[in-house]
């Protein structure tokens, strides 16, 4: 069990550019969260998927946010045409929903996004 | 809608001494709690967690932390602090069927020599 990874872990880009950040979960995983963590505060929820299903994205923050988990394993977060307002870190976690045990979810290190 | 509120947006505590964060939530049915830990730059650590059953519970690290529903509150103690523990810390409560977390804002923990 290698934890939840999260890559790129840095990204600078240009304001109106497209950005795309993975995460790939806990293998056993079948559930996937995204949140954003702007300074000072603590991370907000955007969206998950219990396996390839999407089954929460009202909280994204826009249309230009969008989310995959293709095949139900790893997952992407885009960002397109990018804004200085979207700075912040990305956060992934999972977790495994079973009935026998309440949902705990893992973090990984997140992706700090800045947009100049 | 629920809520989690720590008030102490900054503690500075010495080593070796004891350490009490507070975290009060807002929420309509039977809570799950959570301390995650983050330093810097890092993603968060979860540091321990309460679902039902005994209010009192032991996480990791030596940490602690005692639901009291009638007071809405779930605080995170250690009696001890050493200079690792200098992070910021994260309540947050969710509940089953209600899958997304809500953070607080977070107490930025300082250890002094």
């Known amino acids: 069990d290698t934890g939840v990874s999260q890559n790129p872990r840095h990204k600078i880009t240009k304001r109106g550019q497209n950005v795309t950040f993975r995460c790939d979960p806990i293998s056993e995983h079948n559930r996937l969260y995204w949140y954003r963590q702007t300074l000072g505060q603590g991370p907000e929820f955007l969206t998950y998927f219990q396996n390839e299903a999407q089954l929460e994205k009202s909280r994204l923050l826009s249309d230009r946010f969008s989310a995959e988990r293709p095949k139900g394993s790893f997952s992407t977060l885009e960002i397109q045409r990018t804004e200085q307002g979207d700075s912040a870190m990305y956060l992934c976690a999972s977790s495994l929903l079973s009935f026998a045990d309440q949902e705990t979810q893992y973090f990984g290190p997140g992706t700090r996004l800045l947009v100049l | 809608a629920q809520s989690v509120t720590q008030p102490d947006i900054h503690i500075t505590v010495s080593e070796g001494a004891s350490l009490e964060l507070r975290c009060n939530y807002s929420y309509g049915a039977t809570p799950y709690l959570f301390w995650y830990v983050q330093s810097p730059g890092q993603g968060l650590q979860l540091l321990l967690k309460y679902f039902s059953g005994d209010t009192l519970v032991q996480g990791i690290k030596g940490f602690e932390a005692e639901f009291k529903r009638s007071q809405s509150s779930f605080n995170l103690r250690k009696p001890s602090v050493h200079w690792s523990d200098a992070a910021e810390y994260f309540c947050?409560?969710?509940?089953?069927?209600?899958?997304?977390?809500?953070f607080g804002t977070g107490t930025r923990l300082t250890i002094i020599p």
């Open positions: 947050a409560v969710g509940a089953w069927g209600n899958e997304k977390l809500t």
